[in-house]
């Protein structure tokens, strides 16, 4: 892929980062989130690409745009499949919490896995702990291998888990290996990208959240040299059909990063509200700064870019 289209799709999740940053707070998580899918799709039309989305707001007859299937971009250019969220924690963006983003991963056509709209069991680390983490294993086991790696004790870590009722028996298993939690309300895109952050305050995320969000992470984890495992856990008989229909034989079978996210992928971020992966977008008299990365597995390469955006030469915004 020509890496150039890393600065073009990072152009559209800053705009649906500033539409939905709009809302932020205002307890309508249904208009934030249209916001930004209005922004995204808007904004997507104008990158030179062939596209389809594969990962996206859901099937056609739930969603009027950006849905599974649909077709974006120019038209002109390379043949690539998209995955996305236009606006990952939609409900911590209207009540005014951390940690959503507007992200976006790309990849060559057949690269990312085609996630059904159901669970997923998830373990990510960062580059100590590639190799080392099994979601087979105990929470217990995977911290100690992970703190070896990094040449500390287990009390030293800290695991990140949504902050579910399904939880609670993870959250004291890992309390009971003497590492530290921190919950969240959503956002495990975010969270995942975390733990390859030396400065974030995460080292492991344990869990379940949605299997579209797992490929989305594995591919911004293949681009830092991250860890990710996923198994699917359908919810009820609908899901699991759906399952098997797309040829997954094995319900229990565990997805390693490289087979939810291969090739040469990009990933793009734009911070919506403040978090520890990304800043929130700040609004001024003038216009908005955003904070966005891109990453490339190809080069290795993460780009962390500021940008400020004058509204009076940017009238779509």
Known sequence: ???????????????????????????????????????????????????????????????????????????????????????????????????????????????LFKSPDTYMQKIAVGPEGKGLIDIDESPKENLRRLAEAKKCRVQDLTAVVLDRERHQGLIEDIRNAGARIQLIGDGDIAASIACCEPNSGV???????????????????????????????????????????????????VFSIEELASGHVMFCATGVTSGNFLKGVQFKPWGAITHSVVMRSQSGTL???????????????
């Open 1 to 111: 892929m020509n890496r150039n289209l890393a600065l073009e799709f990072v152009r559209v999740t800053e705009m649906a980062a500033i539409a939905s940053a709009r809302l932020m707070g205002r307890g309508d998580e249904k208009a934030a989130d249209q916001a930004a899918i209005d922004a995204m799709r808007t904004m997507l039309d104008s990158v030179e690409c062939d596209a389809s989305v594969i990962i996206g707001e859901g099937d056609l007859d739930k969603a009027s745009m950006l849905y599974t299937g649909e077709e974006v971009g120019s038209g002109r250019g390379p043949k690539l499949e998209i995955a996305l969220d236009p606006l990952e924690g939609a409900t911590v963006c209207a009540t005014g919490g951390h940690n959503s983003i507007s992200v976006m991963a790309i990849a060559e056509k057949g690269r």
């Open 203 to 253: 080292d492991i995320l344990f869990g379940i959240g949605g299997a579209p969000e797992g490929v989305i992470s594995a591919a911004a984890l293949r681009c830092i040299g991250g860890d990710f495992q996923g198994r699917l856990k359908p919810r009820n008989e609908e899901e699991l059909k759906k399952i098997i229909d797309m040829g997954v034989e094995d319900v229990e079978k």
């Open 303 to 317: 780009r962390r870019i500021s940008a400020e955006h004058h509204f009076d030469t940017k009238p779509r915004y």
